[in-house]
């Protein structure tokens, strides 16, 4: 009779153990994802969030063979909370790489514990100039973009191709409004443009007619550097008070995001700008992307839904590079910096020496089809560093943009 | 039955004491450093409630404080390498200097108008914050706090810088403890019942609004810089007016006028929005059903519904309950 049961029990241990992955001992990769999902910032959270499910679900949630869990954590969109969750994350959960966030603050918070921590973290969103150029983190993997990337190649653009002469600038008055209108500013004066004057609302700002009506009258257009809530109210209020027929509306990527085109009218229309996406991308794998993410999730990808998607691939690339071995941290961070993606919705993408990706920068004009608002691409500067045409070294030299530089020397 | 009613609070403390005492060696450092927070916030709480509960000044700009003594740490630590006695000095005089000024413009007047006027000097301190970036680094804030330095131990595990705030909680809960069971406390208790009764009686009800205004400051600060030490980042954020909200929010739903209760509160609510959030993304319903909750079933917060309870429990039942 024992004979027997032990048999049973040999037999049903072989049936389980050949159900069983190869590596089942080694359990899923896990991968903690800190981004806000409640507050002021939860839909852009909730796009980040929604890219990486689509990848995962469209490759049978599985990187490098081994099965891929997915930890949600929300950062309130505070920095306290976002380091507890970290913490969280990694003494409780034990994940081997980590996603998140969008605030370029909490970025900076994070960054120091990430090194102290010694597991890779990928920065989707996180734009901040100063972490792949004058502060970096070891561990933080930007897949992204820094803020005044785009803005260098469209400065010239403006100068150039635009033969635009004199601009002014507005823009939400924080470090990311600062280094998007810098980056501007610097190309745009150095092919012959003027900045004549710099604007700068609070974060939150309702109304801006107390802006608009100090605009100086002598300038060629208008560069607006919205975000999320004022990108909403600003085109409207731009129309409103007259000015979108005598001064052209150009701006940072994120004035006219896939975010917030949805909610607007045609007020929005002609509004130029450039970022590293556009949903209105002509390639093949965009296109198939837009189609499904808008199946699943019923609206357009917005770049927050790109950069996470593409994230996690990057995620999958460098977990298939040293075969599946997450758990070798330092070999696995290695990989993660080489990743090179040919294909992704956005274009070619790979790191830089310093750890920024080198993209394509796209420059869009809003535009209607079928009754919907697009990015239209309508010029592609490829393969652009976070340094254009500038040798990293010199351009290192310079101060971070902020507020007081470039400064106005035309006001 | 009057005993257990003076009895409770003592036998709560004993309890209470031996819990953050005794088990945070047993919790993982996930938990401690939740824990750390608590405390951090419970000074903070208890700080405001010098003016909240025992004067009856409702400040929204507490904030302000906790950013003075935060960003003390952050500059000072990251910049010249200073050691913790110099940040501690330096945050609570910090905090002291600008509540004396924010005194002398608040306490002008009561009511509504000083909560607006101290919103407004909170932001003043926002402002700073965010605009002032040579000092500040603006709203990208300070990263790279290290731990205390200058002190004979080196506080690098979760479990030592627990019980070193820990400790700093015990100095702040007994010199506020002797501050409000001392005849000074006693007269802002008086002048919360009834300021001209307190005038007649010949008592410079002003100065003694002013001090206590100070002494809410000077808690502000020292919570604040421990709050820098423990984030290890400093950034706008701490001198937010949700920040304030949040503060008062602790006081309110512990119990305000008493100790125990914004620390109660501070504790509820950190776990509530660290450690709910970890299981629901629906955590700001229970936030809310919480905040509700305490409003309708016990306006003087926990502690207070208890200290009725257990009033009402050592009277006779045909008695009323005794009306606050």
Avoid at chain 1, 140 to 156: D, I, K, L, Y
Avoid at chain 1, 171 to 195: C, L
Avoid at chain 2, 64 to 84: E, K
Wanted: glycine share 10%; proline share 6%; aromatic share 10%.
């Amino acid at each position: 009779m024992a004979r027997k049961l032990t048999v049973i029990i040999l037999a049903v241990l072989v049936v389980i153990a050949a159900g069983l992955p190869a590596d089942a001992q080694k359990g899923p990769i896990k991968i903690g994802v800190i981004s806000p999902m409640s507050g002021g910032a939860a839909q852009a959270g909730k796009d980040m969030v929604n890219g990486m499910q689509m990848w995962l679900d469209e490759n049978g949630g599985q990187m490098a063979g081994r099965k891929v869990e997915m930890i949600v954590e929300d950062s309130q969109g505070q920095p306290n909370i976002a380091l507890t969750k970290l913490q969280k994350l990694v003494e409780r959960d034990k994940v081997q790489v980590l996603v998140g966030e969008l605030f370029a603050h909490i970025g900076y918070a994070m960054a120091p514990k990430v090194d102290e921590y010694r597991i890779p973290m990928l920065y989707p969103v996180i734009a901040a100039d100063d972490l792949t150029q004058r502060k970096p983190a070891k561990w933080v993997v930007r897949t992204g973009w820094a803020s005044s990337q785009p803005s260098h190649p469209f400065g010239e653009y403006a100068a150039k191709v635009l033969g635009y002469k004199k601009i002014v600038t507005l823009g939400i008055d924080y470090a990311f409004g600062w280094e998007v209108i810098g980056g501007f500013q610097k190309t745009f004066e150095e092919n012959g443009g003027q900045s004549i004057q710099k604007l700068g609302a609070p974060l939150n700002t309702t109304d801006f007619a107390p802006y608009l009506s100090q605009i100086k009258r002598d300038a060629d257009a208008v560069f607006a550097l919205m975000v999320s809530g004022s990108a909403l109210r600003f085109p409207r209020q731009y129309q409103d008070a007259g000015l979108k027929a005598k001064f052209p509306l150009i701006g940072g990527g994120t004035t006219f995001d896939e975010f917030v085109l949805p909610s607007l009218g045609d007020e929005a229309i002609g509004g130029m700008t450039p970022l590293q996406y556009s949903a209105a991308l002509d390639n093949p794998v965009n296109k198939r992307f837009v189609a499904e993410y808008r199946k699943k999730y019923g609206k357009v990808p917005s770049y927050f839904s790109e950069t996470s998607y593409t994230s996690t691939r990057w995620i999958a690339e460098a977990a298939k590079a040293v075969g599946g071995d997450v758990e070798n941290r330092e070999k696995f961070l290695e990989a993660l910096r080489h990743v090179e993606i040919p294909d992704s919705p956005r274009g070619p993408v790979k790191l830089d020496a310093h750890g920024n990706p080198v993209q394509n920068i796209y420059i869009r004009k809003v535009e209607k089809k079928d009754g919907e608002l697009w990015n239209t691409v309508i010029h592609t500067y490829p393969a652009v560093s976070q340094f254009w045409k500038y040798k990293p070294e010199e351009f290192l030299k310079q101060p971070v943009y902020d507020r007081n530089f470039p400064p106005c020397k035309y006001c | 039955m009057d005993r257990l009613v003076r009895r409770a609070p003592r036998a709560a403390a004993v309890v209470v004491a031996v819990l953050l005492l005794g088990l945070p060696p047993f919790q993982s450092s996930f938990t401690l450093s939740l824990l750390t927070q608590a405390l951090v916030w419970a000074m903070l709480a208890m700080s405001l409630d010098i003016l909240l509960g025992y004067t009856g000044l409702a400040s929204l700009g507490h904030a302000a404080y906790l950013a003075l003594g935060a960003y003390s740490v952050g500059i000072l630590a990251t910049r010249h390498g200073a050691n913790f006695w110099v940040t501690l000095a330096v945050g609570v005089a910090l905090a002291v200097l600008g509540a004396a000024i924010f005194g002398l413009v608040a306490l002008r007047a009561t009511g509504v108008y000083f909560l607006m006027i101290t919103l407004a000097l909170g932001m003043v301190v926002w402002g700073l914050a965010h605009r002032w970036v040579s000092m500040t680094s603006g709203d990208n804030g300070i990263a790279g706090v290290p731990r205390p330095r200058g002190l004979p131990w080196a506080l690098t595990g979760a479990l030592p810088f627990y019980y070193f705030v820990l400790a700093a909680f015990v100095l702040a809960f007994l010199v506020l403890w002797t501050v409000v069971h001392s005849p000074f406390g006693k007269t802002l208790v008086g002048i919360r019942e009834s300021e001209s009764r307190m005038r007649t009686l010949g008592y410079n009800v002003w100065l003694h609004k002013y001090i206590g205004f100070v002494i809410a400051g000077a808690g502000g600060g020292f919570a604040g810089v421990f709050w820098a030490y423990y984030n290890g980042f400093v950034s706008p954020a701490d001198a937010e007016l949700a920040t304030s909200v949040e503060i008062l929010l602790m006081v309110a739903l512990g119990g305000r006028g008493t100790l125990f209760g914004p620390a109660l509160g501070a504790f509820v609510i950190v776990l509530l929005k660290n450690l709910v959030s970890v299981y629901t993304h629906r955590w700001l319903l229970i936030l809310g059903a919480v905040y509700i909750g305490t409003i309708v079933y016990a306006p003087e917060g926990i502690v207070g519904l208890l200290r009725d309870r257990l009033k009402a429990r050592g009277r006779a039942p045909l008695r009323p309950a005794p009306s606050p």
